[in-house]
């Protein structure tokens, strides 16, 4: 006798429930036989794969019809329709055509469209498709072709999990920020609790939720590597916080396309800003002086605090101070840059605070 097929419930999402709405909206209309596209786009380890997940398990349970699913491998990104490869391959049934074929002889985006039409003919068709931003840029072409021309009766819906600047302009785009107060505290109540504590001490909750800046994905990180007597309070944590280095690692490659004197001034502004209140910034004066000191070049300088674009959006200026777009840049470039960098930055700053010129030769020696 064959064993019953025991189905697993995604785990519980918190502080997505504006999201979750949005996306069972587009499920409702696919019921009813109406297609359509959404791209969700979000930094590293905000859950968009989890929206994903629940998204195409939602699909099954209600026996809607098939999913196709596909995770992009950033080792095949410049391996032409290796990305179409992968989604065709996980089929639940044959397909009229061999996706080994694909990749031999390509798969042109009206081809695309037409098939999956037809496997949604019958029972209404689900795409999902995770990091599509590492797609080979030939199947990325594919899929946004075909996701414009998803609507009314096209029996076939597609999610989209992409980086910004993937090529999908002109579609419906939800972005996730990240979690809120209230939902970052209820998450961390669970991991604790998984860890076999009641509850974190207050410190230690606080210090968790600062440095996770609602990343759940990074509270996930820094509270694992924590023991329960760190979590109950009854020693003290370490410092900094370990844990959570895949996330940082993503959040600096963000920004490893950039001109080294441009990185340079990153790791300025960041290590500046460690010293001030949470959200007050850096001070301008402070980081433009430390910046020269360490040979970065005026011009490069002014592009970089002057133009919306010189930090890839990373850093922004309000009067006589600058912030990070978001506080993990920050925590992420700290966190990454070699230590060397990370003391001579600390040393520069406070030689500059206290006996300004003698700063300069300091950090000449040193970058």
Do not use: K
């Amino acid at each position: 006798m064959t064993p019953p097929t025991t189905v697993h419930s995604p785990p519980r999402l918190y502080g997505r429930g504006a999201e979750l709405a949005v996306l069972d909206t587009l499920l409702t209309r696919l019921r009813q036989g109406d297609g359509g596209a959404l791209v969700l786009t979000a930094p590293p380890g905000t859950g968009l794969t989890a929206l994903l997940d629940r998204t195409a398990a939602a699909h099954r349970e209600r026996h809607t019809g098939p999913v196709l699913w596909a995770t992009a491998a950033p080792a095949e990104q410049w391996l032409p329709h290796s990305g179409l490869h992968a989604l065709l391959c996980s089929a639940p049934c044959p397909l009229p055509l061999d996706p080994d074929r694909v990749l031999r002889d390509g798969l042109p985006p009206a081809a695309l469209l037409a098939l999956l039409r037809r496997l949604g003919a019958e029972r209404p068709l689900l795409v999902c498709v995770d990091d599509a931003h590492a797609w080979d840029p030939a199947s990325r072409a594919a899929l946004a072709f075909v996701a414009r021309r998803l609507g009314p009766r096209s029996r076939v819906a597609a999610v989209i999990g992409a980086g910004d600047g993937a090529g999908f302009a002109g579609l419906p785009a939800l972005r996730l920020g990240p979690l809120g107060d209230e939902a970052a505290s209820a998450l961390l109540d669970r991991f604790t609790e998984a860890a076999g504590t009641d509850r974190a001490d207050p410190v230690a909750r606080g210090e968790l939720l600062r440095e996770a800046a609602g990343n759940p994905r990074l509270l996930a990180g820094l509270t694992a590597r924590l023991t329960p007597a760190q979590l109950a309070g009854r020693t003290p944590l370490p410092h900094p916080l370990p844990g959570g280095d895949d996330v940082l690692a993503a959040h600096a490659a963000r920004l490893g396309h950039l001109p080294a004197a441009t990185r340079t001034l990153l790791l300025i502004a960041a290590a500046a800003h460690a010293h001030e209140p949470e959200g007050t910034g850096a001070d301008l004066d402070l980081v433009r002086r430390a910046a020269l000191a360490a040979a970065v070049p005026p011009a490069a300088l002014d592009l970089a605090l002057l133009t919306p674009g010189g930090t890839a959006g990373a850093l922004q200026r309000a009067g006589d101070r600058v912030h990070f777009s978001h506080p993990l840049l920050r925590r992420a470039l700290l966190h990454r840059a070699p230590p060397h960098h990370r003391r001579a930055v600390h040393d520069l700053l406070a030689g500059l605070l206290t006996d300004g010129g003698a700063a300069r030769s300091r950090a000449r020696a040193v970058w």
